[in-house]
């Protein structure tokens, strides 16, 4: 990775398009410490630290703080992310949608022009709760419908800010816009993730305990991100073969080739899933009276992640159990929507292609069907494995980060993905240099 970086900073195309990434991120992180005019966000900050805790970590996280502090980019990247969720639902359930993701370049900027849309309007959908929440519980001085609108125009113009500098890097950076703006956000938390690890388990005890927590911490850490790295590339390759076939007097095809089936199908979108599901309900009930000891107040502290694996309270653990079945069922869920093994096999055969001992057709899609749903299993089993490892870090011995789990795949993927993406280029660029001497 650090030797494509050093070679890329040779060329000068690349080196621009790095500069103007870099500086496109320094004015994301700037907004990110605005505060919205007229509120007061020191208050608001005391009273989302005291009231949810670790209830919303996972979006603390993908904004890069910005949103405990409720700065100008406090939604940040968050509404544009669900927007390409929803609408790559939609596209299965919607035909006209469907034909617009078939039709090229074209098509996709058409989704595109339309998840810009969607992102406006849940970023006003959100920013709307969000100030009125806070009014009914008196956050905002004077609780006027100007405050309340104020509040709402600055949350959905940083957040729309947001959706349009990750395009410029998109076009005018590196690539990956939203995806380099989302790492940048959870690499800012590691710092002070860090410095609270040192300040819980290192600053102040004896040589020995600390020299052991910072083994522990650092093998913890290492192993997860070498487990996460082959989750991210592990792959299986379903060996093709195309039949030769006549074409005027020449015979054409019998190029082999392979289908790649990831270990980790769905990314990281099942865990998106699963936590915001659980996380909505306890971020909603913070805005009413909830009675101490209810029913509903017992649920919500077993959905809640930070009682999870808690030695006090090991039935609150039962939140846990339902978060992996969660996991599970949007793994299977979300990959049935973006690969569709019938199609595959219909393609194949249309262009006289087939697996190496299985028929064409229907036996092909339901070979690919059956090995498809084994490694769903074992990349989701490790999906939950790389959740789960912060969350018993947490509640067992207390030690809150914000870079594990889910924000660890986001940053592994992210790193992985932008150095192909640069070594694409670097590898056309090549290639254009041969051809024009």
Request: glycine content about 8%.
């Amino acid at each position: 990775m650090f030797e494509t970086l050093r070679n890329a900073l040779k060329v000068e195309d690349i080196r621009k398009k790095l500069g103007f990434t870099f500086l496109i991120l320094v004015v994301v992180r700037l907004g990110c410490q605005l505060p919205i005019p007229g509120i007061d966000t020191a208050q608001i900050q005391a009273y989302l630290q005291a009231m949810l805790g670790d209830s919303f970590s996972l979006l603390n996280s993908f904004t890069g703080g910005s949103f405990l502090s409720m700065s100008l980019f406090a939604l940040n990247v968050s509404p544009y992310i669900t927007a390409s969720i929803v609408i790559q639902l939609l596209t299965v359930a919607i035909p006209a949608l469907e034909e617009m993701q078939k039709d090229g370049e074209d098509g996709k900027k058409k989704i595109a022009k339309i998840t810009r849309y969607v992102t406006v309007a849940l970023a006003i959908l959100e920013g709307t709760g969000i100030s009125v929440g806070f009014a009914n519980q008196g956050m905002l001085g004077d609780n006027s419908t100007l405050t309340i609108v104020t509040m709402v125009a600055a949350l959905t113009a940083g957040s729309t800010m947001v959706m349009w500098l990750g395009e410029r890097i998109t076009e005018n950076g590196i690539g990956n816009g939203i995806s380099i703006i989302l790492l940048v956000n959870i690499v800012s938390r590691m710092p002070s993730d860090f410095y609270g690890l040192y300040a819980q388990f290192i600053k102040g005890k004896e040589i020995l305990p600390a020299v052991v927590a910072v083994i522990v911490i650092l093998t913890v850490l290492t192993l997860t991100v070498i487990l996460t790295i082959f989750l991210q590339d592990g792959e299986r390759r379903i060996p093709v073969q195309y039949s030769k076939k006549l074409q005027g007097r020449k015979m054409v095809g019998g190029q082999s080739s392979h289908i790649p089936l990831k270990v980790n199908t769905a990314g990281v979108i099942p865990v998106i899933f699963a936590s915001s599901l659980l996380q909505f309900p306890l971020i909603i009930s913070q805005f009413f009276n909830v009675k101490e000891g209810s029913a509903v107040q017992t649920v919500l502290n077993v959905m809640n992640q930070a009682n999870w694996c808690d030695p006090e309270h090991p039935a609150r653990t039962i939140g846990l159990l339902v978060y992996i079945i969660l996991l599970v069922v949007f793994a299977y869920f979300y990959t049935s929507i973006t690969f569709n093994p019938i199609e595959v096999a219909n393609n194949m055969k249309k262009n006289g292609g087939f697996v190496p001992g299985i028929r064409p057709g229907r036996p092909t899609s339901d070979y690919l069907n059956k090995i498809l749903n084994s490694i769903i299993f074992i990349g989701v089993m490790g999906l939950a494995i790389i959740a789960v490892i912060p969350i018993f870090f947490s509640g067992v011995f207390g030690a809150s980060v914000s870079f594990m789990g889910t924000s660890l795949i986001i940053v592994v993927g992210v790193v992985l993905e932008t150095v192909k993406q640069i070594e694409s280029q670097m590898l056309v660029r090549h290639y254009s240099g041969f051809l024009s001497e």
